[in-house]
């Protein structure tokens, strides 16, 4: 169901412009994955792990040294971020070491501190 456009009080329209926004809106299911994708930065254990696996890839040990947490908790959050995307894993023997899965969650970290920095 399409609502009607509701008209500003200063009497003037912008049809083009707003019928440009409409045709290049990504579509509900693209604007939900990105909310998602958000949320999970919204939680600041999340945002930790991270930070030190910005700096490292490290297994599940060395994260919870450097954060003073469980292993268990550590692991719960990594299942979170894998599912997201956001962190990779490899074996050696039998051990697993996490890292950022690409660039973009760099750049991502990075220019989130420099917005709160500014």
Same mark, same amino acid.
């Given at each position: 169901?399409e &609502?009607?456009?509701? *008209?500003?009080?200063?009497?003037?329209?912008?049809?083009? =412009?707003?019928?440009?926004? *409409?045709?290049?809106?990504?579509?509900?299911?693209?604007?939900?994955?990105?909310?998602? @994708? =958000?949320?999970v930065?919204?939680?600041?254990?999340? !945002?930790?792990? +991270? =930070?030190?696996?910005? &700096?490292?890839?490290?297994?599940?040990?060395? !994260?919870?040294?450097? +954060?003073?947490?469980?292993?268990?908790?550590?692991?719960?959050? @990594? *299942?979170?971020?894998?599912?997201? &995307? +956001?962190?990779?894993?490899?074996?050696?023997?039998?051990?697993? =070491?996490?890292?950022?899965?690409?660039?973009?969650?760099?750049?991502?970290?990075?220019?989130?501190?420099?917005h709160?920095?500014?």
């Open positions: 169901m &609502r009607e456009i509701e *008209r500003c009080e200063a009497n003037h329209e912008h049809t083009k =412009f707003v019928e440009q926004i *409409r045709q290049t809106m990504p579509s509900e299911e693209r604007l939900y994955d990105l909310a998602e @994708l =958000f949320q930065f919204s939680d600041s254990t999340r !945002i930790k792990i +991270l =930070f030190v696996l910005f &700096r490292s890839e490290m297994c599940v040990c060395d !994260i919870a040294n450097s +954060l003073n947490m469980t292993q268990s908790a550590i692991s719960h959050q @990594l *299942r979170h971020l894998k599912q997201m &995307r +956001l962190v990779k894993n490899r074996k050696e023997g039998k051990t697993v =070491f996490y890292s950022l899965a690409d660039d973009h969650i760099v750049t991502i970290l990075g220019q989130g501190m420099e709160i920095l500014e």
